[in-house]
C-alpha cells in the first residue's frame, strides 16, 4: 500500500508543533499523496500559508477566519473537499479542535469539512501534558474514536511549555504510518503472520561473525504490509539496522539456531509464513571464547550444517498454514527455486538475484506449486510487499 495518488486532506490548528504539519506535508507528497491542506485561523499564527502551499504544491484552504472561505471563485467546495478525499489527517490536532469535533460543532472550514467527511479521520494531537490528561479532553477523545476516528500518539517528551511528558505530536513518521493504515484494506483481518527477515550471523570469535548482506528490508516491508492489512504480526528478525514496524512484535534472534527457535514458537498457530530471511547454511563447528589471535600461516574454520528453519515448517505443516519462502539464485533461477518449493513444501516461492539483498529496490518472479510463474518489474520492496501478500489473500480464497 502506498500514498500514490490519495487525496489527504490535510488539517492543521494552532499548536506549536504546527510547524511539524511542513515536514508531514513534505513526506505526504514524496509518498505520492495528493495534499489539500486546510489550516484553522489560528494555525496560521503559527505557519504561513505560503509555506505550506509550497511544500503541498496546491493552494492552502481555510486559515483566514471565515466559515468558509471557498465560495468566492473557489472551484471547490468544503463538502467536495470532505468528500473528495481519501483522507482526512489532522496534525497538530488541539484540545479546541478535539473538543469541536466531538461536540459536533463545524463553526470553520476544518471542522466543516470533517462533519462531513465520509473519508476516514485520523486525528494526531498536540498540547500540554495537563490538557491531554484533562477528563473532559480525554472523553472527548473516547467519543471520537468510539465514532470510529483513529488517533495517532500523542507522544511523550519535552513540551514547548517547559515541562515533559505525554502531549507532543507523534513523529512525522508514525503520521505517515498510520494514514497509510488507515487507508489499507483489511483484507489480512484474522490472520496471524510470522515473518523472518534479514541475514543471520554464525560467530567465530566474540568479534568475528559469518553472516551476508541482506538488509532485512523485504521481510520488514513484508511485516509492516500485513499488519496494516489487519494481520496480527510477528516478525522474527536478525540483526539489522532498521526500526521494528509500529504494532508489529519483533523478535530478535543473531544466529540460525535462535531464528530456528524462535520460529518452532511460533509457526503452529500462525497461519501464514513468510520466511525472507537470509539464514547462513553453515556455521564454524567451534565458536571461540576469546578473539582468535594472529598467527603465521593460514586459518582454517571448519563449519557445519544449520538447520534448514523453513524445511522444518514445510514438514510441520497442517492445512490452512500458508508457507511462502525466497530463493536466492545466480543461476537458472526459475528451475532452483521450483526445486525448493518441492523439497520445502511452499505455497509459493518468490525467487530473486543477489541483486536486491542490500537494496531498496527487488525484482522477482513468484512462483506457485501449480507450475505458474509470475515474473515483476523492478520495484520498491514495500510495493513488492503488498504483491506477495496479494497472492497470498488469493491462495487463500481458494
Ligand atoms: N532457509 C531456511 N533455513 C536455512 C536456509 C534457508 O529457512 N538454513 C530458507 C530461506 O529463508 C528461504 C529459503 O529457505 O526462504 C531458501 O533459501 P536460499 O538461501 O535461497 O536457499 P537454500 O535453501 O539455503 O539452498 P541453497 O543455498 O542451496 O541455494
Not at 160 to 167: E, F, N, V
Request: charged share 20%.
Amino acid at each position: 500500500m502506498s500514498l500514490i495518488n490519495k487525496k489527504i486532506v490535510l488539517g492543521v490548528t494552532g499548536a506549536i508543533s504546527a510547524y511539524k504539519a511542513l515536514e508531514l506535508t513534505r513526506l505526504f507528497v514524496k509518498e505520492g499523496a495528493i495534499v489539500l491542506p486546510v489550516m484553522t485561523k489560528a494555525a496560521a499564527e503559527f505557519i504561513t500559508p505560503l509555506s505550506l502551499s509550497t511544500l503541498a504544491k496546491s493552494p492552502v484552504y481555510g486559515g483566514g477566519g471565515g466559515l468558509f472561505e471557498l465560495t468566492q471563485g473557489s472551484r471547490i467546495s468544503h463538502i467536495e473537499l470532505a468528500q473528495a478525499s481519501d483522507l482526512i489527517c489532522v496534525a497538530p490536532a488541539t484540545a479546541n479542535f478535539i473538543g469541536k469535533a466531538a461536540s459536533g460543532i463545524a463553526d470553520d472550514l476544518l471542522t466543516t469539512i470533517v462533519m462531513a467527511a465520509c473519508a476516514p479521520v485520523l486525528v494526531a494531537p498536540s498540547m500540554n501534558t495537563r490538557m491531554w490528561e484533562n477528563p473532559i479532553v480525554a472523553a472527548n477523545v473516547e467519543r471520537l474514536k468510539a465514532a470510529g476516528y483513529l488517533f495517532v500518539g500523542p507522544a511523550e517528551g519535552e513540551l514547548a511549555c517547559g515541562t515533559s511528558g505525554r502531549g507532543r505530536l507523534a513523529p512525522v513518521d508514525d503520521i505517515v504510518e498510520a494514514a497509510i493504515d488507515a487507508l489499507s484494506v483489511k483484507d489480512l483481518a484474522g490472520e496471524k503472520v510470522l515473518v523472518t527477515a534479514g541475514p543471520t550471523r554464525e560467530p567465530i570469535d566474540p568479534v568475528r561473525f559469518v553472516s551476508n548482506s541482506s538488509s532485512g528490508r523485504m521481510g520488514y516491508a513484508i511485516a509492516a504490509a500485513a499488519k496494516r492489512r489487519g494481520a496480527e504480526v510477528v516478525l522474527i528478525s536478525g540483526p539489522t539496522h532498521l526500526c521494528c514496524p509500529p504494532g508489529v512484535t519483533t523478535v530478535k534472534a543473531a544466529t540460525a539456531q535462535e531464528l530456528y527457535d524462535a520460529c518452532a514458537g511460533y509457526f503452529p498457530q500462525s497461519t501464514i509464513v513468510v520466511m525472507s530471511a537470509a539464514v547462513a547454511d553453515y556455521r564454524p563447528v567451534k565458536s571461540f571464547p576469546h578473539k582468535v589471535k594472529k598467527e603465521a600461516g593460514s586459518l582454517s574454520v571448519e563449519m557445519e550444517r544449520t538447520a534448514d528453519v523453513l524445511k522444518h515448517m514445510g514438514k510441520r505443516k497442517k492445512k490452512g498454514q500458508v508457507l511462502v519462502g525466497f530463493a536466492l539464485e545466480t543461476e537458472n533461477m526459475e528451475a532452483n527455486a521450483r526445486k525448493k518449493l518441492d523439497e520445502k513444501d511452499l505455497d509459493l516461492v518468490v525467487a530473486n538475484s543477489p541483486a536486491g539483498l542490500d537494496s531498496e529496490m527487488n525484482q522477482v518472479t513468484i512462483i506457485d506449486k501449480k507450475g505458474g510463474a509470475e515474473p515483476l518489474q523492478p520495484m520498491k520492496k514495500d510495493l513488492l510487499a503488498d504483491i506477495i501478500l496479494d497472492r497470498v489473500v488469493r491462495l487463500k480464497r481458494g
